[in-house]
């Protein structure tokens, strides 16, 4: 099947279908986005995408850019720019006599989708999964009352899940709730693959999150948990996150097994985007 570009007053859309199947790809653009959802990109992405499904393996090669262009139904260049798109992500990297060879399995989300685990692998065609492993009230330490802007020895909620992507545990999630979203979090099912979502239903939306990414060594529970040896390396994230009237809803904790889950940063004289990817 060949995809084909399809001009129309309201946008453009891009269909593209498949190497194997009947699977296609509909990506709707408009004049107020056209500057920043190029045509290279959402090829980029689609490829992106299907290597992640497996259709090319890590290891072998993609087809010729001609082959590209012609199912896409764009020109070779914009084919290009997508390659080299990917070969920055660390996806593909070219190979003298051999064209582009898929190196990781690498998919990208912009920073402002970093509040929501759950979302963003749907977004990329991955089961996501959550469980709750423990939850209970305390008093607020020194440290949590300065992140959730509370007084110290407020009542908090602290929840820990085990993250997973199709059925891989790839994260531990650690979460300390304001007191004013307790009783929503205690009414949240244990078994849940976007809490965001499920925040959002309930009637609370995250709109702001900061975010400070690290290294840490996992410690017992992590290992336990994530199965690991104890002191393996762990990537952590850590995050604080806020309604829509400023007020802090959650502190937490990421950590993530090396190899599943990158972070990468573009930036560029006016800007700074940071897209999480996974390995």
């Known amino acids: 099947m060949v995809a084909h570009l399809n001009a129309s007053r309201d946008g453009t859309r891009l269909s593209a279908g498949r190497f194997r199947g009947d699977d296609t790809l509909a990506v709707m653009t408009d004049a107020s986005r056209a500057s ?73 989300q912009s920073f402002h989708e970093l509040r929501s685990f ?44 085990l993250r997973s992507l199709d059925g891989r545990a790839v994260m531990l999630e650690r979460s300390s709730y304001a007191p004013w979203v307790i009783p929503t979090v205690e009414s949240l099912p244990a078994e849940l693959p976007s809490v965001v979502r499920a925040m959002e239903q309930a009637g609370i939306t995250m709109v702001f999150g ?27 994230v850590q995050r604080e996150t806020y309604s829509r009237d400023g007020r802090t809803i959650e502190h937490g904790e990421d950590r993530y097994l090396p190899g599943t889950v990158t972070f990468e940063v573009d930036s560029s004289a006016e800007t700074a985007a940071v897209r999480r990817t996974i390995s």
């Open 210 to 236: 900061r975010h400070r990414i690290d290294a840490v060594s996992a410690s017992s529970e992590d290992a336990r948990l994530l199965g690991v040896r104890r002191s393996s390396g762990l990537l952590r």
């Open 118 to 161: 759950g979302q963003w692998a749907e977004s990329r065609g991955l089961v996501p999964g959550g469980h709750v492993v423990a939850q209970e009230r305390g008093r607020a330490s020194v440290h949590e009352a300065r992140m959730l802007d509370i007084a110290p020895g407020s009542e908090v909620l602290r929840v820990t899940r």
């Open 36 to 108: 920043i959802t190029t045509l290279y990109q959402q090829v980029a992405t689609d490829l992106g995408r299907r290597i992640v499904d497996g259709e090319f393996a890590v290891g072998s090669p993609l087809p010729a850019e001609h082959r590209l262009a012609e199912h896409y139904g764009v020109a070779r260049e914009t084919v290009r720019s997508a390659l080299a798109s990917l070969e920055r992500r660390g996806t593909l990297v070219p190979r003298h006599g051999k064209g582009w060879i898929v190196q990781s399995a690498l998919q990208t």
